[in-house]
């Protein structure tokens, strides 16, 4: 995929506020502090789209970015930071399950893990979440350059457990770097692919149904 433009949309704090679902859309979520902000930048080549903050938890709507003009690129609030005050905690997480639950355009969830440490309580009961929800999801290993072979490889290892548990095919599985670019063009590929696939098939229905088709059946 070749990144001819990638714009900010919108952010919204529920689906009321989220643009028409007109396009394919990929949402990115994970951890605070895990880099979204910055992969993100490096995927779409534009280093200030995405704002990158010292504090975790800076992200806290959802946030739109059309690329290409043909698919949004959604940079959901991480979860796991401790917010002070509960009730803010609990509207972020009523905001990113309504999301994940609900909108009819999402196409798949990238849950992005920090390559450098060992599984995560949160990261490992997050994906068992999405596999109970049904949700398509890949995971995306973050920060290799600074991490060792055999602990990105146990790492890895972790989570291909949990699938061999269930009895279920792995997820893509991607890793990256936003400081070397590592994994970009995998994860663009990929997603461009899963773009036409989506495409395609809009284009089968629409051939399957015909001209004036809504008439003969009123």
Request: hydrophobic content about 40%; aromatic content about 8%; charged content about 25%.
């Amino acid at each position: 995929m070749q990144l001819r433009s990638a714009q900010f949309v919108t952010s919204a704090t529920d689906l009321d506020g989220c643009p028409d679902p007109m396009v394919p859309e990929f949402a990115f979520i994970g951890r605070s502090n895990v880099g979204k902000s910055s992969l993100i930048n490096r995927l779409t080549g534009q280093s200030g789209l995405a704002k990158v903050s010292a504090t975790p938890g800076h992200t806290k709507t959802l946030n739109f970015y059309l690329i290409n003009k043909d698919w949004h690129l959604v940079d959901l609030p991480g979860y796991g930071f401790a917010q002070k005050n509960l009730a803010d905690r609990e509207r972020f997480e009523a905001m990113i399950i309504e999301y994940l639950e609900q909108r009819e355009s999402l196409i798949r969830v990238f849950v992005l893990i920090d390559s450098r440490l060992p599984m995560q309580k949160l990261d490992r009961d997050f994906v068992r979440w999405l596999i109970g929800a049904d949700i398509d999801f890949a995971l995306v290993f973050t920060k290799v350059d600074k991490t060792k072979p055999p602990v990105l490889r146990a790492t890895r290892g972790e989570f291909e457990a949990i699938f061999r548990e269930l009895g279920l095919s792995e997820p893509p599985m991607f890793e990256t770097s936003s400081e070397t670019g590592a994994g970009k063009t995998e994860l663009l590929r990929f997603i461009a692919a899963e773009v036409a696939s989506v495409v395609s098939e809009d284009e089968d229905d629409a051939n399957e149904k015909g001209p004036g088709s809504e008439d003969a059946t009123a």
